[in-house]
């Protein structure tokens, strides 16, 4: 019964979150308030008890990716949802699975005190000073 009580917790919370979401919808849009509000979620609903080292993130990351693929091959629509899950309507597909990566990826970059925003630049910035399909790689 504990466990269902904590689960209906969360849910509930989660309601209270999704209205703030939409009440605060312009400033989570920016890469620094979706870094907050994933880090915030993350902590709301107990992914953050304990530390995970580098090497898990990344794996972990690399499972998004994984999915993503696994729903590729599988021929899934981009984006749909599972009426079967629980609680329903669960978002399913390559766009939920890239969605699960960036939230991890906010969530890890806040807990690391990352500027992602501020890294995207100056990254983008070095990659317009390549030339044309650098290295000559096929892909």
């Known amino acids: 019964m504990r466990e269902e009580t904590k689960t209906q917790e969360v849910w509930t919370g989660g309601e209270e979150r999704l209205k703030r979401i939409n009440t605060h919808l312009e400033d989570e849009l920016t890469i620094p308030g979706l870094q907050r509000a994933c880090l915030a979620d993350a902590e709301a609903l107990g ?9 898990e993130q990344c794996a972990l990351l690399h499972s998004e990716v994984s ?9 899934e629509p981009y984006l749909w949802h599972d009426p079967t899950s629980s609680p329903p309507n669960k978002p399913c597909g390559i766009a939920s699975e890239y969605a699960d990566l960036a939230i991890r990826l906010f969530h890890y970059c806040e807990k690391m005190g990352i500027d992602l925003a501020a890294a995207i630049a100056t990254k983008r910035r070095y990659n317009l000073t390549r030339g044309y399909r650098h290295g000559g790689k096929r892909i």
Do not use: C, V
Request: glycine share 0%; no cysteine; proline share 6%.
């Open 67 to 75: 999915e993503a693929l696994e729903s590729y091959r599988k021929r």
């Open 47 to 55: 992914w953050t008890t304990e530390d995970i080292d580098f090497p």
